[in-house]
């Protein structure tokens, strides 16, 4: 997970389009039948296109799945299941882009309306780092609630269900972590000797950020409570 630029609306045609069509799944006498046709339909119309697009806009450089953020995405995922919650299946505010793992590991699991534990974290709507941390061997984390004095029940259900430490991202997020932690020393010696000027390592600090390679490693630690770490603390300091 990382954190996300936050939705704006859709153009007036397409709200007015999605609303007709959840009008009609509400007005059915078997919404969820109803719910799956018209999304089923929807996915394959030209009309519906412009929904899509607008969401591998905001999952940024390489279209990463925004909950793994590891895999391309290639799915909307409907936050709130739409097997669950029917009447949410064409809601703008209720799509994500996720990868096929991820969707079919979420699949209509949304707890703790289908089983017990936490809801979900929503990475276009909530700042994911309140909810979760890098840890040094590339694993998603959930923090510690004091209130509760047990880990966030939200994050550790989006973790666990998701499977968002599944072996391949787990490894891939600590190859990202060693080979960022080596270009930052890098960067951070070029400026003490002189060799690198501020501006420059600012705009690689930047082009760090819109790299599609386990971006949420680089957003944590260049951009998120991760930067008050080493390297990356020493880097930032300096620039």
């Given amino acids: 997970m990382r954190r ?45 296109k412009p929904v899509v697009d607008a969401l591998k806009k905001l999952s940024g450089h390489g279209q990463r799945c925004m909950f793994c953020s590891g895999s391309e995405a290639s799915d909307v995922e409907h936050y709130k299941p739409k097997a669950v919650f029917p009447e949410l299946a064409m809601t703008w505010e209720n799509y994500l ?52 004095g047990a880990l966030n029940e939200r994050a550790a259900s989006t973790r666990d269900l998701l499977d968002l430490n599944r072996e391949a991202v787990q490894e891939t997020r600590l190859a990202r972590l060693s080979d960022l932690k080596e270009q930052v020393n890098e960067l951070v010696r070029g400026l003490k000797q002189g060799r690198i000027k501020n501006t420059a390592a600012q705009g ?21 409570p991760g930067k008050t770490e080493q390297p990356f603390k020493k880097l930032l300091k300096l620039v």
């Fill in 4 to 48: 996300l630029p936050k939705p704006k609306p859709l153009p007036r045609k397409l709200r007015t389009k999605l609303a007709a069509e959840t009008a009609f799944i509400v007005a059915s006498e078997n919404p969820k039948a109803e719910a799956d046709r018209r999304y089923s339909n929807a996915r394959n119309a030209g009309w519906f």
């Fill in 97 to 148: 882009w996720s990868c096929a793992p991820c969707n079919r590991g979420k699949s209509s699991r949304f707890p703790p309306c289908t089983e017990p534990g936490g809801q979900f974290v929503n990475p276009l709507r909530e700042d994911v780092w309140e909810f979760f941390f890098i840890d040094e061997f590339g694993f998603l984390t959930p923090r510690y609630d004091k209130a509760a």
């Fill in 204 to 224: 690689k600090i930047k082009v760090w950020l819109s790299q599609p390679f386990q971006p949420d490693v680089a957003d944590y630690f260049l951009n998120g």
